[in-house]
């Protein structure tokens, strides 16, 4: 059986001639962001990746065909979508391609997506991680484990507040995956710079950073790094604004929903409880990721090139 992937020709010459390339995932257009805030979001991150010189492959599954590289048609069409897309991760990705529907990529879709294309590079917003509650519950996000399995990079702002954060590295440690935070010592907490958890690991260098992913393949060990980039200062949003809201949206969620609806849902909450502030400081830490997983990517190439 042939793949049924199509890259992008942009992308695709980039690859071949070993040039920066970015995966984007697409669940933050179609179930992370509301419409138009979603599309407005998506379009920034990939201009954000080109002025650092890459190129921005965003993923999704389109009509049973895993695409890297979508087109503006077709991302407009996801983000006004929204929630009536699957949301696909490592569980359900064969079944929506087999059965030829459409679907947006988590990050654990993405990593699994961009690896098949040859991108080593990902940018995202927040990761899905061990929820609050898990030890009832037992949610915990299989994005934890694609990053045990998959030799992907993912530069993220650290996890939401809606997930509990220290449980969250325990499983990351246990699971064996390297987390390095970008010019902090503390592990960020998405709207805020720091969650007072110390990193496992911090580097201010993405030179080193790229370094420590051919090392770490060079090990012959398996899976990706988590790269956690905190929000630039100015977009912060503290955490004594945000912590009532995320609470009350965790607690409706634990009424309402259960499975892979609890994240959206609980995204969705936060975003009207907070009239839409949310949805501005996530913007700012997209870029911000895009741009810093574009260097990254960028010294990768260039470490390939020298030996
Ligand atoms: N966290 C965010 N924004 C997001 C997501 C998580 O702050 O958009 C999305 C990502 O696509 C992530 C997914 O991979 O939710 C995780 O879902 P779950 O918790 O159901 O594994
Ligand atoms: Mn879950």
């Known amino acids: 059986m042939t793949l049924p992937l199509d890259i992008d020709e ?5 690859l071949e001639s070993d040039r ?19 599309i407005e979001t998506a379009r920034a991150a990939a201009n954000a990746v080109r002025d650092e010189g890459a190129v921005p492959a965003t993923i999704a599954v389109l009509a049973g065909r895993l695409t890297v590289g979508m087109q503006e048609a077709e991302l407009d069409s996801l983000a006004k979508a929204g929630h009536s897309v699957l ?10 391609i087999a059965s030829g529907e459409t679907g947006a990529t988590t990050v654990a ?11 080593e590079v990902f940018a995202t917003g927040g990761i899905g991680g061990v929820h609050r509650g898990a030890e009832a519950s037992f949610d915990i996000s299989t994005d934890l484990q694609e990053l045990s399995i998959t030799p992907v990079a993912v530069v993220c702002a650290g996890a939401k507040a809606i997930l509990d954060i220290p449980k969250t590295l325990e499983v990351l440690e246990t699971l064996g995956v390297p987390v390095t935070t970008f010019g902090s010592p503390d592990f960020p907490a998405f709207w805020s710079r720091a969650s007072s958890l110390p990193s496992p690991s911090v580097s201010d260098s993405t030179h080193q950073i790229a370094r420590e992913i051919l090392v770490h393949r060079s090990l012959g ?6 790269i956690a980039n905190p929000v630039p ?40 409880l907070s009239e839409g502030r949310s949805a501005k400081a996530n913007r700012a830490l997209m870029l911000s990721n895009a741009s810093l997983a574009a260097r990254i990517a960028s010294d990768l190439s260039a470490l390939r090139k020298t030996g």
């Open 233 to 272: 200062a100015e977009d912060e949003i503290p955490s004594a604004v945000m912590n009532p809201l995320v609470e009350r949206a965790v607690s409706e969620a634990r009424r309402e929903v259960s499975g892979p609806l609890v994240t959206p849902f609980v995204l969705k909450r936060i975003f009207e």
């Open 109 to 119: 879709a993405t990593m699994i997506t961009a690896h098949l294309a040859g991108i």
């Open 221 to 226: 060990l398996q899976g990706g790094q988590l």
């Open 20 to 38: 920066p390339v970015v995966a984007l995932e697409s669940t933050i257009v179609s179930h992370g962001l509301p419409y138009p805030q979603n």
């Open 87 to 96: 949301k696909l991760s490592r569980a359900n990705l064969a079944t929506c």
């Open 10 to 14: 942009e992308v695709r010459d980039a």
